[in-house]
Every structure is written in C-alpha cells, then in structure tokens.
Nanobody, 113 residues
Framework: VQLVESGGGLVQPGESLRLSCAAF????????MRWYRQAPGKERELVAT????????YLLDSVKGRFIISRDNAKNTVFLQMNNLKPEDTAVYYC???????WGQGTQVTVSS
C-alpha cells in the first residue's frame, strides 16, 4: 500500500468535505502531489496540484474559490478541502504522486440533496 485516500462521503449541496491522502512506504516530501477525480462516464480530470513545499498550487477553474489543496510533509499527507460542494463535484477522487505514477485507490464523493 502506497497512497491511501480517505474522507469521502455523501453530502448535500453547499456542504464541505476534507479529503486526505496518506503516503506509506514511498517518499513524499520531495514530490509534487495531485488530486484527480473521475465522474461516471467521464474521463479522469486533474483537480489540484501542490508543490513540494506547498507554496505553489494549481486548481481546476471550476473549483477555484471552493477547494483548497494543502500538505503536511511531517505526516506524509496531502489534503483537499472542498467547500460549497455542488452535485457536479460528484466523483471518485484520487491522489497521485506524479513521479513514479503512484495512485491511491480512490474515495467516493457524492453531492446530492
């Protein structure tokens, strides 16, 4: 096991979730980390990227102002804080360490009233 996501669930529109991705057995602090998502019937899309120290981030336009990516290198964990969730955010969310192409198993996020 190398990357393990957690924190998904079923929420109503406007609510928040915080996803976590913990790295085990692989180096973490020296690498950019990413969050992707894949909705049913759609291709996987890049949601957020964070640099090694966390000082540089990228967010998909549709989540800017609502999602925040952060990391704690001491805990080998990257986070995705998701606020004001919308039904179109429903997807399986995956974390990735690009170098080495390591992926987690994914965590389901469902936004529905």
């Amino acid at each position: 096991v190398q990357l393990v996501e957690s924190g998904g669930g079923l929420v109503q529109p406007g609510e928040s979730l915080r996803l976590s991705c913990a790295a085990f057995g692989i180096s973490f602090s020296g690498y950019y980390m990413r969050w992707y998502r894949q909705a049913p019937g759609k291709e996987r899309e890049l949601v957020a990227t964070i640099s090694r120290t966390g000082d540089t981030t990228y967010l998909l336009d549709s989540v800017k102002g609502r999602f925040i990516i952060s990391r704690d290198n001491a805990k080998n964990t990257v986070f995705l804080q998701m606020n004001n969730l919308k039904p179109e955010d429903t997807a399986v969310y995956y974390c990735q360490r690009l170098v080495g192409d390591y992926w987690g198993q994914g965590t389901q996020v469902t936004v529905s009233s």
